[in-house]
């Protein structure tokens, strides 16, 4: 497994501002991944950001809104830019360790006011 | 369109008797399946995989059961505990080169002392 540690692990936004979330993890990884998880909603994948290309983006997501940066194997961030309350929720940043299983972290709580 | 379907919102069991929570998926090229166990404000915790090659996997009270003729696979916790008392998601992953994981809805387990 791995010990991913996220920053902030909660914040209240105002409208129209950006936050950027850290993810740092206890050891080297390729792949990481962002995670969104709305109220009452299940999971949905938002990029995957590998290190040393462009972070890839899943449909309905756009690196204008969601801007991705991956500078080396532990560390990758996510920015939220110019947040609305529908942008209220759980990010997850999440690994693959070994074999096919993905590992999260603890989230950060977002909401918008 | 919903690849990965939890039917049951919720379930709710006493303490020391099985639970079983259920999962369903249309897609029949996923290739590895995983389960999580999700408390309120906190990241997804992993239980138990199992790869389409197998039909059942076992670890200590949790036992995965996948049915591919059914598109189907199952979670058993016994005995079942308090502290199991959580939201459960399963998730199927396509593998690859992609390992993007498609989550269910989540089932709210209630274990009852």
């Known amino acids: 497994s791995a010990v991913i540690s996220q920053k902030p692990s909660r914040d209240i936004c105002q409208r129209g501002t950006s936050l950027t979330i850290q993810c740092q993890v206890d050891s080297q990884v390729t792949m990481m991944f962002w995670y969104r998880q709305q109220p009452g909603q299940s999971l949905t994948l938002i990029a995957t950001a590998n290190q040393g290309s462009e972070a890839t983006y899943e449909s309905g997501f756009v690196i204008d809104k969601f801007p991705i940066s991956r500078p080396n194997l532990t560390f990758s961030t996510l920015t939220v830019s110019n947040m609305s309350p529908e942008d209220s929720s759980i990010y997850l940043c999440?690994?693959?360790?070994?074999?096919?299983?993905?590992?999260f972290g603890e989230g950060s709580w977002l909401t918008v006011v | 369109d919903q690849q990965v379907k939890q039917n049951s919102p919720s379930l709710s069991v006493q303490e020391g008797r099985i639970s079983i929570l259920n999962c369903d998926y249309t897609?029949?090229?996923?290739?590895?399946f995983l389960w999580y166990k999700k408390y309120p404000a906190e990241g997804p915790t992993f239980l138990i995989s199992i790869s389409s090659i197998k039909d059942k996997n076992e670890d200590g009270r949790f036992t995965v059961f996948l049915n591919k003729s059914a598109k189907h696979l199952s979670l058993h916790i016994v005995p079942s505990q308090p502290g199991d008392s959580a939201v459960y998601f399963c998730?199927?992953?396509?593998?690859?080169?992609?390992?993007?994981?498609?989550f269910g809805t989540g089932t709210l387990l209630a274990v009852q002392p």
């Open positions: 999440s690994v693959m360790v070994s074999g096919n299983t993905i590992y």
């Open positions: 897609n029949s090229m996923f290739d590895y």
């Open positions: 998730a199927a992953n396509y593998g690859g080169a992609t390992n993007k994981l498609i």
